[in-house]
């Protein structure tokens, strides 16, 4: 039963259509808090309570908020590789210049 509720969840989000994946997210969330699986009915619970409208849109509007995390990884890399700076200036104009598609090497390092 557990593999049935993971892959049901997972074609939650794979479904064409907004109003469609609604409702298999609707009919999921009944059929994981009458499992009796106690791990599917705490997180059915949270997801109605906390998330529901969140993941509505999720799947009504296609938005993602991937995009910023990779951004967010990428700033962190270069705050990483630029620790020796003495100016916060300069890590700005590092990201600046590697978001928008510059690659410079920083001397002495390949």
Request: glycine residues 6%; hydrophobic residues 45%; proline residues 5%.
């Given at each position: 039963m557990t593999y049935l509720?993971?892959?049901?969840?997972?074609?939650?989000?794979?479904?064409p259509g907004g109003a469609d994946r609604i409702t298999l997210l609707d009919a999921?969330?009944?059929?994981?808090?009458?499992?009796?699986?106690?791990?599917?009915?705490?997180?059915?619970?949270?997801?109605?309570?906390?998330w529901r409208d969140d993941i509505?849109?999720?799947?009504?509007?296609?938005?993602?908020?991937?995009?910023?995390?990779?951004?967010?990884?990428?700033?962190?890399?270069?705050?990483?590789?630029a620790f020796?700076?003495?100016n916060p200036q300069a890590l700005i104009a590092m990201v600046r210049l590697h978001l928008c598609g510059y690659d410079l090497p920083l001397p002495g390092r390949p």
């Amino acid at each position: 039963m557990t593999y049935l509720l993971n892959q049901q969840l997972r074609q939650v989000f794979a479904a064409p259509g907004g109003a469609d994946r609604i409702t298999l997210l609707d009919a999921w969330l009944d059929w994981a808090t009458t499992s009796q699986l106690t791990p599917f009915v705490e997180l059915a619970y949270r997801i109605r309570h906390y998330w529901r409208d969140d993941i509505a849109n999720t799947l009504t509007y296609r938005l993602s908020n991937g995009l910023i995390e990779s951004t967010n990884t990428k700033i962190r890399l270069l705050t990483r590789i630029a620790f020796g700076f003495k100016n916060p200036q300069a890590l700005i104009a590092m990201v600046r210049l590697h978001l928008c598609g510059y690659d410079l090497p920083l001397p002495g390092r390949p």
